[in-house]
């Protein structure tokens, strides 16, 4: 795709081409026909996360009826989809709203700088097929570029590592011609990655060894929505999706109030859940009993509790140890027992990457993220005209990024109905109380808490985790706001 099709100066340019960015796109074409943009993917492909990752049983662990997007219902059997549905609904979503012309590919945003006097972001652009480098002009960034590095996963180092003989291996680096058939497999890690991993790989597998230094709270959940696919048959299409995306979105909130609010009674019905699911005798609080309360981190989701069904077959097996280090055929731990592999995949995490990585500049001066409040969860404070998209931790990423989008596409008619060019979040006093961005455990978030920006105590200032209060907030709530500072004029291109 050639850049010669962008016009000359953008009202809208969308970094990102994943869930976030096609959202973006489909919200300002919708909301805004007349406005000028375009969608620059540094990927050779749309879908982001799901055309990155390529492990065994790459899926979603949130139901796509609210995963999935409010204006296109999802229509599969399956609520719990894998990769290839979510890119094929991705994929359409291009084609039905005629986004494919103003789409362009192997486009990596560099940096982009604010200028006041002009009201305009010049970005940095590399051309990955050719390794050419352009420029720019928009009114407004939108950063849908998601939250963690795609070019290299968390990967600890491990004593001994240079000794193993066998094949080791990163989710997010799969070879595509692997075959672990018969092979004695090791997955190292205990979040979503390796719940998805052992039951994928253990049909195959010799066996599969999941070795956690720290163990996760799972919840088997059905992968299949029995009455989402009833309704289909009785309800238009599209009140069947709106009736199963808002009984999803109140069924996910319950089970966080519950969480949050009563830990000791979701702890106990979470282990007597695990504990009807695997064999009597199984040492359920050793391997499914972490020392944390419950969606302190994200909960791991077995669909048609998998995980539990291979671990009840005999195919896999867990171990709840530390590394001491490797050796030339496996892995020897603390407690002094070794565990045999041929193949290791380490599933340890992300590298948390803000705005995909590009430098913001606003009149000369460099913008340090982490010394930036999150106005709305959206703006960062001194930054004009640059918004971002990060969905929930708690639910579904895209619930929360349907809402900004849409409060996006308010705010850009506000400023067209005053006639103003500018708009730029100001906290109201350089010492108010701040706090991290997001209260969530999770060790990719931990690592990277001093690099993001934060969050204040109050409103407007607070990163929203309740939907209802948020689908107000950012839906009927005023646009306006005495920490919006809207300034300049609209002038012609």
């Not at 109905?417 to 931990?446: K, N």
Request: with cysteine.
């Amino acid at each position: 795709m050639s850049v010669d099709r962008v016009p000359v100066c953008l009202d809208v340019l969308i970094v990102g081409a994943g869930l976030s960015g096609l959202g973006a796109a489909y919200y300002l074409q919708k909301e805004h026909p007349a406005k000028s943009w375009a969608m620059l993917e540094a990927r050779a492909a749309v879908g982001g996360t799901w055309d990155l990752f390529r492990y065994p049983g790459v899926r979603s662990d949130s139901d796509l009826h609210t995963f999935g997007y409010a204006f296109k219902p999802w229509v599969h059997r399956q609520a719990i989809a894998g990769a290839p549905d979510i890119l094929a609904y991705l994929r359409q979503v291009v084609a039905e709203n005629g986004m494919e012309p103003k789409l362009h590919l192997r486009h990596k945003v560099l940096g982009a700088a604010w200028s006041s006097a002009d009201a305009l972001w010049t970005v940095d652009v590399e051309r990955l097929d050719t390794g050419v480098r352009e420029q720019m002009l928009c009114r407004w960034l939108f950063c849908a570029a998601g939250y963690y590095c795609h070019d290299q996963g968390h990967a600890p180092r491990f004593v001994g590592l240079e000794r193993f003989l066998g094949l080791i291996v990163h989710p997010q680096h799969w070879p595509e011609a692997l075959d672990w058939t018969g092979k004695r497999v090791l997955v190292i890690g205990s979040g979503a990655t390796a719940v998805t991993l052992v039951p994928a790989m253990a049909a195959q597998a010799a066996h599969v060894t999941l070795l956690q230094r720290t163990p996760s709270y799972v919840l088997s959940r059905p992968s299949v929505d029995v009455l989402a696919n009833l309704l289909r048959k009785v309800l238009p299409g599209g009140w069947a999706y709106a009736f199963t995306r808002r009984k999803n979105i109140a069924l996910s909130q319950a089970i966080w109030q519950l969480c949050r609010k009563y830990p000791r009674a979701a702890r106990r019905l979470i282990r007597w859940l695990n504990q009807r699911a695997l064999p009597k005798g199984y040492p359920v609080d050793e391997h499914f009993n972490p020392p944390y309360p419950p969606w302190e981190q994200r909960l791991c989701i077995a669909p048609d509790g998998d995980l539990f069904k291979a671990l009840s077959a005999g195919k896999a097996s867990v171990v709840t140890d530390q590394i001491a280090h490797f050796t030339a055929q496996g892995v020897a731990l603390k407690s002094g027992r070794v565990l045999p592999a041929d193949i290791v995949v380490t599933a340890t995490g992300l590298n948390l990457q803000l705005l995909g990585g590009m430098d913001l500049c606003v009149d000369g001066e460099r913008v340090d993220p982490s010394r930036k409040l999150a106005f709305k969860g959206m703006m960062l404070d001194g930054v004009p005209n640059f918004a971002f998209a990060m969905g929930y931790t708690h639910a579904s990423w895209t619930l929360k990024v349907g809402l900004l989008c849409a409060h996006f596409c308010r705010l850009l008619s506000h400023m067209d109905q005053q006639g103003h060019a500018i708009c730029r979040p100001e906290r109201p006093s350089a010492d108010m109380a701040t706090r991290p961005l997001w209260d969530f455990g999770a060790g990719y978030v931990q690592r990277a808490l001093e690099q993001l920006p934060r969050q204040g105590l109050d409103p407007p200032w607070v990163v929203g985790t309740d939907y209802q209060h948020d689908a107000w907030l950012l839906g009927q709530g005023p646009v306006q706001d005495p920490c919006l500072r809207f300034t300049g004029r609209i002038t012609a291109a």
